[in-house]
């Protein structure tokens, strides 16, 4: 079967349409995400280089580069948290200032970042409470059916401190998923949690996003991570970081953890490997 | 003995002691009654004219919870303002830290003048000297809410009172009910003290204060043991409030 993600209009979410046999994910201009030229520096400290990335509309990009390479950094910047030193960003069509105010990022930070007076429902909640205007009148899917769908349907009443590490961080995706953004930023979001954990944290981001064809630009350390959620993978070098090697992750969709034993990811993890590698050495 | 028994019972055995220990320590030593008067007169005191001490604690409550509430939310929105601008931080830190430094004995006397004495003098003293340090406690409760929580709301662009109402208040009030646990005492001692400058016969200061000037021990340590009986009510009652305000807090869990 093919999926097609039709270009549609700002923060409405489709539904991709299946058309064949074959599982390929296409990727339709204009891109959600488009960085030109972008760099970053710290006063005297240089921590991105120049560089250059586009995100097409449901598509998953991986920036996967060793620790203080400039990831994160390039990630806040697209969300309007950092300013640029110099180059352009555009996300959904806009600045990315304009693109936080019209709530068009989900945004998921490194820590759960719950607030911890606040159960978890009221947590799933949050951005949907915050800067209301520009919240969705009629969300595609209630908070209760997000949480119910990541596992928490009978943990709704409780606290964060309740919980452990992995359903926090479920947590956190639902609330981002809540708002109904059409571009999703995330930070690292598993780097605390165990390996096991860790594995069934992107098995479940895998199975949301999938369906809805939202566009995703993630942040990690973590070869598996990276080739099981990707269309493609940006390498990044150390300090001041740049983009060495973009790629193309062509592993079928729907991906489903039975694909992490095939031969075909372990090629694609050794590649990345390979890639990383060389990264480091530039 | 079981945990919810002792948690009675050992507070009681150790006032009991205190007070046997202070009732021999005046007769072993015969300690002149204005230094230290024993706790059975001051029982047998308190026990002659209850209503006049009840009704004189009741008002020296009241300047004392004004005064507090009124220095508590200006704290608020001084450590809201002070938490979200380093400029008015550090503007702000000199003129918190000469108020809390300044001996505010010294100077009742310009504001009995100022404000005429009176309930508005004791209030006044009451916020004013428990004002800095309310708004240290807000400031760094405020400056401690996560900042990836922080940022998360920064992605959607909250306002300045969103981030204030959902975030840095909540995030601030354990800070805030340390801080209140200190101003108690800061309060009441302003209130006593204010009340007996403040040219008022109301309050359990002003009585106070009428009885050192003419030789009334037993009233005096009467109005000494209202006031320490009122600082425990309005711990108990402060306690109250953070464990039904702080229930998700790390402190309030056993």
Avoid at chain 1, 111 to 120: F, N
Avoid at chain 2, 80 to 97: D, G, K, Y
Avoid at chain 2, 155 to 163: I, K, M, N, T
Avoid at chain 2, 210 to 229: D, G, M, P, R, Y
Wanted: proline share 7%; with cysteine.
């Amino acid at each position: 079967m093919i999926r097609v993600h039709a270009a549609g209009h700002n923060g409405a979410r489709e539904q991709p349409e299946v058309i064949g046999a074959a599982q390929v994910r296409s990727h339709p201009v204009p891109p959600r995400i488009e960085a030109r030229g972008v760099s970053k520096s710290f006063g005297s400290l240089d921590a991105l280089a120049p560089l250059d990335l586009s995100v097409a509309e449901g598509e998953t990009v991986t920036l996967l580069g060793p620790s203080g390479c400039g990831k994160t950094t390039l990630l806040r910047m697209i969300a309007g948290l950092e300013q640029p030193t110099s180059g352009d960003i555009v996300v959904n069509g806009m600045s990315p200032d304009e693109a936080r105010r019209l709530k068009q990022i989900g945004f998921v930070p490194q820590s759960p970042a719950l607030l911890p007076w606040r159960t978890v429902e009221s947590n799933a909640r949050l951005l949907l409470d915050i800067n209301r205007r520009a919240s969705p009148t009629t969300p595609s899917a209630s908070v209760d059916d997000l949480l119910d769908e990541v596992g928490l349907g009978d943990f709704l009443d409780a606290y964060p401190h309740e919980l452990s590490g992995g359903m926090q961080q479920r947590v956190g995706l639902v609330r981002a998923f809540a708002i109904d953004a059409p571009i999703l930023l995330m930070d690292e979001p598993f780097a605390a949690l165990d390996e096991m954990t860790r594995t069934d944290m992107r098995h479940l981001l895998g199975r949301l996003c999938e369906p809805l064809g939202t566009t995703v630009l993630f942040v990690t350390h973590s070869i598996p991570e990276a080739t099981f959620l990707s269309d493609r993978v940006a390498v990044m070098s150390p300090r001041p970081g740049s983009i060495t090697e973009d790629i193309t992750i062509d592993l079928p969709r729907p991906r489903r953890p039975e694909l992490e034993d095939t031969q075909q990811f372990f090629h694609t993890t050794t590649r990345l490997r390979a890639a990383l590698s060389t990264g480091m050495r530039r | 003995m079981s945990p919810s028994v002792r948690r009675v019972v050992a507070p009681l055995v150790g006032i009991i002691g205190f007070g046997l220990m202070w009732e021999a320590a005046v007769g072993v030593f015969d300690i002149r009654r204005f230094v230290l008067l024993p706790p059975s007169k001051i029982v047998s005191e308190l026990a002659e004219a209850p209503g006049f001490y009840w009704s004189n604690m009741v008002i020296t409550g009241q300047h004392m919870a004004i005064g507090l509430s009124i220095s508590m939310a200006v704290a608020i929105v001084v450590g809201a303002l002070m938490a979200s601008s380093r400029f008015i931080e550090e503007a702000t830190q000199p003129v918190l830290i000469l108020i809390l430094v300044t001996p505010w004995v010294a100077y009742i006397t310009s504001v009995v003048l100022w404000l005429d004495g009176g309930t508005p003098t004791i209030v006044f003293m009451v916020a004013f000297t428990s004002f800095p340090v309310f708004t240290f406690g807000v400031v760094g409760g405020m400056k401690s809410a996560d900042p990836a929580a922080r940022e998360l709301l920064a992605s959607v662009d909250a306002r300045p009172w969103e981030v204030f109402w959902r975030l840095r208040l909540p995030a601030s009030l354990p800070s805030i009910f340390t801080t209140l646990r200190f101003a108690l005492g800061l309060g009441l001692a302003a209130a006593y003290f204010s009340e007996g400058s403040a040219l008022t016969r109301d309050g359990l200061g002003a009585i106070g204060r009428t009885a050192s000037a003419s030789n009334q021990a037993e009233t005096l340590w009467a109005t000494i043991a209202s006031a320490a009986v009122l600082g425990v009510v309005g711990l108990i009652v402060i306690s109250l409030l953070e464990r039904s305000l702080l229930e998700w807090h790390a402190s309030q869990r056993s």
